[in-house]
């Protein structure tokens, strides 16, 4: 049903793409700094999840409307931008509480299923990569084996499966240096504090990005 070239294919720009530092990423650092390995992790289950969904998306052809319509591309790239400017403004707040409550910053009680619903929000609000997998899916699929759509299906799974690697490798090392660093309160408030600044920094640069730019 789906040629293995085509795959190994697909899955080797994936592994590169992946190991390029983008906004996931930058997402998954700055989750990792502002609350540790947990919600980092977490946050990488459910950006890969809301990836799925836009694979299924384009699959269906909702890509194509993304693509094709300024409008829909904006009011969702700004609703993505907003949420994660709030994510990275609650984590600022929480390394400003005061160095008696810096102890809940260096050892977070978060909730996991906040933490991939926060995930998979920025994940499925991202209509650069909608963009992007409706550019790309399509130069990967065998025409003559049919059932396109199925096929695409199939490579966008195989690329969110690797993306969920890769970022847990980039959330596991920051939260590593997260810990390593922060061997005080102060410092572990600190620390936080820049996650958050990272946030909503990334929150910025995607609300004012363009169109042609890749995730």
Request: proline share 3%.
């Amino acid at each position: 049903m789906i040629d293995v070239h085509q795959l190994l294919a697909f899955c080797a720009m994936s592994v590169l793409l992946s190991a390029i530092p983008g906004p996931s990423v930058l997402f998954v650092i700055g989750r990792a700094l502002a609350h540790g390995r947990r919600t980092a992790l977490a946050s990488v289950l459910g950006n890969a999840l809301g990836g799925c969904v836009l694979v299924a998306a384009v699959a269906l052809g909702v890509g194509s409307i993304v693509e094709r319509s300024v409008l829909v591309f904006q009011a969702i790239k700004l609703l993505g931008a907003a949420y994660l400017v709030v994510l990275g403004a609650r984590a600022l707040w929480a390394s400003w509480r005061g160095r008696s409550e810096a102890a809940d910053v260096a050892a977070p009680h978060s909730d996991g299923r906040r933490s991939v619903w926060a995930g998979f929000t920025v994940g499925v609000t991202n209509p650069k990569s909608v963009v992007f997998l409706t550019a790309v899916l399509p130069q990967f699929v065998d025409r003559d084996a049919g059932h396109a759509g199925v096929q695409m299906l199939v490579l966008g799974a195989a690329g969110a499966l690797l993306q969920l690697m890769s970022d847990g490798i980039w959330g596991l090392t920051a939260s590593a240096a997260r810990t390593w660093l922060g061997r005080s309160p102060r410092k572990m408030a600190l620390i936080g504090g820049t996650g958050g600044l990272a946030m909503i920094g990334l929150g910025a640069a995607v609300a004012v990005s363009g169109r042609a730019e890749q995730p």
